[in-house]
């Protein structure tokens, strides 16, 4: 009988999963949990009573109730469906949607958020392509001469299923290129080209997982333990697991720490070296470099310890959301305990993270509770209902506070936003927020992916950037633009960096990935110019300004693609100048095309390599030193040394600055292949 109910529970769940809702007939605690997001939610009012209707008959412990969900069923003949519950219970209303978030948020599963861009909603697949196209010819093939701009492309299915997915911003979008592919040929072959649904949520997803392996059990709609949860964090309260999770290395003694990473650092150089050995044609460098340093490809230094290892980032992004308590969780600001994709939305505390300054935490306690008595809703990313989304708080050594606070927009207007300015101003400056010590603080909406007529960024009060000194130098800092967060372990980095370069009066210096000009501004002092190229524009106007703040004169910072760049600059340029670039790319590593304009430029005789993530940008190190083809232009580098450089205790990461020198032009008899090491047969 007990399956029956549960086979009838599952379909009359489906039948609202259409509608981003998910139902646990299994045990009281997930009918808790849906029935808390049910009475957020602002969303086709019909279906939402229903859906509260009937956990609310669940959770009343019905006499007749077979199971712990409280599921009423006294025979198959009379298993409860939506229709049946409905009338039951009449004491429970649902608020009317607002036309906005009506309008706002749409009815379909993928669909629904037309409002905002998310790259899994808008696909469309091509099919009947030749067996293997480039990505990069493909991309530019759809760009150039179809005339449209993807935001993604999914090359996965190619291999086995001859098919490619296109990803784009918005449904209008979706519909211009199915127009333009029509009838439309790619190396001889016609295309099929199809409107794809929306893939499904990650959240729901991990959460029918769940449901899954604990189906079937007495009482049990989960199993014991979360898929994606660590062993090591189980049975660890909320606090004690973000602080596991924030500082895996907190407990460890810091010689030990330093140890970890340096072998980290030592593995992924001699991963370098096994995969330019696999190269059809081995540099000569290559072979006695290994064999003098370990079987690395260069020579690695001992790790720099960081001055500063605890309360050292002066920059922490918070997330907004529901809170660990069980019954009724009230609005948290603090990291999520685990990822949106593993189902996870609770978000804990950062007050036992000791990497994170006390007046972040301030910041952060003081925020909650200003979101407390609020009468707008935190964003909930399941419903994709709701208001705030993250807090960023920025608390440089030379002090000062800065807060940007970022929005869904969803329906607001312009007068709303001024009102809600208002009320920050007012409780930040003159009510309880004001012990935290904002000293700026702005409101954020990303309009890359939300589409409104709001601007992207509204200053609320006080000043409108803050300031950072390093190695004697004073920088501007924006809101959006790039800060290292551990700045006394950055004065080592850069330090390093300036050693390096092996500067003279003469030289000239690229600073590519310039970001707020400091590397370009330590080094402008010992050289002839410096030239800082950096795609982001704010992060170019701090740049300008922080040359003229501290007398720089013999600076250029260019706001623009290092690959488009780098070739107008080469063009004005004396053959005999001496080249020297400095690179610091985002964690992911540089895009090729940068990597092939950097080979490109045969005055470049030497480059410093900064990489936050040595795994990620090995890519680039390999591309730089591998010996020159048809598909690898120019002379390469050959990696000299590298320094691993502690910028995070108390977690696994490090920065990894790294020296390479230009090689002559190779000969072909320079090279050694796999071939000729073999011994000769008999």
């Not at 079987?295 to 720099?304: A, H, N, Q, T, Y």
């Not at 002092?525 to 003229?548: F, L, P």
């Not at 990461?653 to 072909?668: N, T």
Request: hydrophobic share 35%.
């Amino acid at each position: 009988m007990l399956s029956v109910i549960r086979s009838q529970g599952t379909r009359f769940a489906s039948s609202l999963a259409t509608r981003r809702v998910r139902i646990s007939w299994c045990n009281s605690s997930d009918s808790a949990f849906v029935l808390r997001n049910l009475k957020k939610a602002r969303f086709h009012s019909d279906i939402f009573t229903t859906a509260t209707r009937t956990l609310a008959t669940m959770e009343s412990g019905s006499a007749d109730s077979s199971d712990k969900g409280g599921v009423v069923a006294s025979s198959e003949a009379s298993l409860p469906t939506a229709a049946d519950i409905l009338p039951t219970v009449a004491d429970i209303s649902v608020e009317e949607p607002a036309a906005a978030n009506a309008e706002a948020t749409g009815s379909g599963l993928g669909d629904h958020r037309d409002g905002e861009f998310s790259s899994q909603n808008f696909r469309i697949s091509i099919r009947n392509l030749f067996k293997f196209p480039g990505y990069r010819n493909f991309t530019s093939w759809l760009t150039g001469k179809c005339g449209f701009e993807p935001h993604r492309v999914y090359t996965r299915g190619i291999a086995r299923n001859n098919v490619i997915y296109v990803a784009f911003k918005s449904d209008e979008d979706r519909e211009i290129a199915l127009k333009r592919l029509e009838d439309c040929f790619y190396k001889g072959e016609r295309l099929n080209c199809r409107k794809e649904s929306a893939q499904r949520d990650p959240y729901a997803e991990s959460r029918t997982e769940v449901g899954k392996r604990g189906r079937g059990k007495q009482g049990g709609g989960q199993s014991k333990r979360p898929k994606h949860l660590d062993p090591a964090l189980e049975g660890l309260s909320p606090e004690e697991r973000i602080s596991k999770s924030i500082e895996p290395y907190r407990g460890i003694p810091y010689e030990e720490q330093l140890k970890r990473k340096q072998d980290w650092v030592s593995m992924e150089l001699k991963t370098i070296t096994a995969q330019l050995f696999k190269n059809t044609l081995v540099p000569p460098w290559l072979p006695p470099q290994k064999a003098a340093n370990g079987g690395r490809v260069c020579e690695l230094l001992d790790i720099m310890d960081s001055p500063n290892k605890e309360a050292y980032r002066i920059k922490n992004e918070f997330s907004i959301g529901p809170g660990p308590e069980s019954d009724s969780p009230e609005v948290t600001v603090g990291f999520r305990l685990g990822a949106y994709k593993e189902g996870m939305l609770t978000i804990v505390s950062p007050e036992q993270c000791s990497i994170v300054p006390q007046t972040a935490k301030n910041v952060a306690k003081a925020f909650q509770d200003y979101l407390r008595q609020s009468e707008m809703l935190y964003f909930d990313e399941p419903t994709h209902l709701g208001y705030w989304q993250t807090l960023t708080v920025r608390t440089p050594d030379a002090g000062g506070c800065m807060a940007v606070i970022q929005l869904h927009p969803q329906g607001l207007t312009q007068p709303e936003v001024d009102n809600e300015m208002k009320l920050l101003t007012a409780f930040f400056l003159e009510g309880a927020g004001k012990e935290c010590g904002i000293t700026s603080m702005y409101l954020t909406f990303d309009l890359a992916r939300y589409r409104t007529q709001l601007n992207a960024s509204y200053h609320v009060f006080g000043d409108t950037h803050i300031h950072e000194k390093l190695l004697g130098l004073t920088y501007r800092i924006s809101p959006g633009a790039f800060f290292q967060v551990n700045t006394l372990a950055t004065e080592r980095l850069y330090s390093t960096i300036c050693d390096w370069c092996d500067v003279t009066e003469n030289s000239v210096v690229l600073d590519i990935c310039c970001g707020t000009g400091t590397i370009a501004l330590a080094l402008a002092k010992r050289v002839k110019k410096v030239i800082g190229i950096e795609m982001c524009e704010e992060a170019v106007e701090d740049a300008r300004h922080n040359a003229e703040l501290n007398g720089i004169t013999n600076v250029e910072f260019i706001c623009g693609r290092a690959e488009h760049v780098l070739k107008n600059v080469m063009r004005g340029m004396h053959r005999s100048t001496e080249l020297i670039a400095v690179v610091d790319p985002p964690r992911a590593g540089l895009h090729p095309d940068v990597v092939q304009a950097i080979r490109k430029c045969s005055m470049l005789k030497r480059l410093v390599f900064v990489a936050c993530n040595l795994k990620q940008s090995k890519e680039n190190v390999l591309y730089l030193s591998k010996h020159p083809s048809n598909s690898v232009p120019a002379n390469g580098f050959k990696p000299i040394r590298a320094v691993p450089i502690d910028m995070f205790p108390h977690t696994p990461h490090c920065e990894v600055a790294m020296l390479l020198e230009r090689l002559p032009p190779p000969k072909l008899s320079d090279f050694e292949t796999p071939q000729s090491k073999q011994p000769a047969s008999k």
